[in-house]
Structures are given as structure tokens and as C-alpha cells.
Nanobody
Framework: QSQLVESGGGLVQPGGSLRLSCVASGFSLEYETVGWFRQAPGKEREGVSCMDSGLNSYYTNSVKGRFTISRDNAKNTVYLQLNDVKSEDTAVYYC?????????????????????WGQGTQVTVSS
């Protein structure tokens, strides 16, 4: 059974840092495109960052220079490092994985490309 499990969310002060992890089981992430999406209350889910198997990455404009996506294929894990967080980063963050069937930018703009999803982890930025 394919499964993605996120962890690392929590309450963080503005300007602080957090690292999200996503562990896959039942399948290998090695040749998959992986992504992090988020959904804030009352808003649609949006692509935050994605990385393909060739380590090409995409970031939505609002997180460029602050967030970093990485992957450890040996651990079958994807990470999202959040630095200098802002209140607008508050959301449920979801991990996703799927075969690379489109350009990394296209895949990250729409969540329709991904077939495997985690249950989400809450990130709350507040003082």
C-alpha cells in the first residue's frame, strides 16, 4: 500500500524556521516528482515547491529565497525547509508524489498531476 506521511509541522513565530518531512512507504520516490502543497483556510490548495528526479526544482514566488525543498532517496524522504516564515505561510502542508509526466513548473502549479498524497501537517505562524 502506497503511503506518504508528513511530520514536522507546528507553531512557529514569525521569522522562525521549521523543517517538514515526508516519508514514503510502499513505493520508491527515486524516480518520482515530489511536491509540497499547502491550503490555508478559505483558500484553494496551492503548489509551494516541487522537485523532479533530476533535482530540478520549482518554487512559487511567495516562498522563493525562504523555503528549500530537498530529497533523500536512500531514506525515501522529501523535506521542506521553511525559513523566515510569515503569517501568510500558515496552512496545512501536504506532500505529494507522482511520475514526471509534465514539466516541473506545470506539475507544481496544478495538484491534478499527483496521484499520491499525504494527510497533511499543520503549520501555524503566530507570535
Amino acid at each position: 500500500q502506497s503511503q506518504l506521511v508528513e511530520s514536522g509541522g507546528g507553531l512557529v513565530q514569525p521569522g522562525g524556521s521549521l523543517r517538514l518531512s515526508c516519508v514514503a512507504s510502499g513505493f520508491s520516490l527515486e524516480y518520482e516528482t515530489v511536491g509540497w502543497f499547502r491550503q490555508a483556510p478559505g483558500k484553494e490548495r496551492e503548489g509551494v515547491s516541487c522537485m523532479d528526479s533530476g533535482l530540478n526544482s520549482y518554487y512559487t514566488n511567495s516562498v522563493k529565497g525562504r523555503f528549500t525543498i530537498s530529497r533523500d532517496n536512500a531514506k525515501n524522504t522529501v523535506y521542506l525547509q521553511l525559513n523566515d516564515v510569515k503569517s501568510e505561510d500558515t496552512a496545512v502542508y501536504y506532500c505529494a508524489a507522482g511520475p514526471q509526466i509534465a514539466h516541473i513548473t506545470d506539475m507544481c502549479i496544478s495538484d491534478a498531476w499527483f496521484g499520491n498524497w499525504g494527510q497533511g501537517t499543520q503549520v501555524t505562524v503566530s507570535s
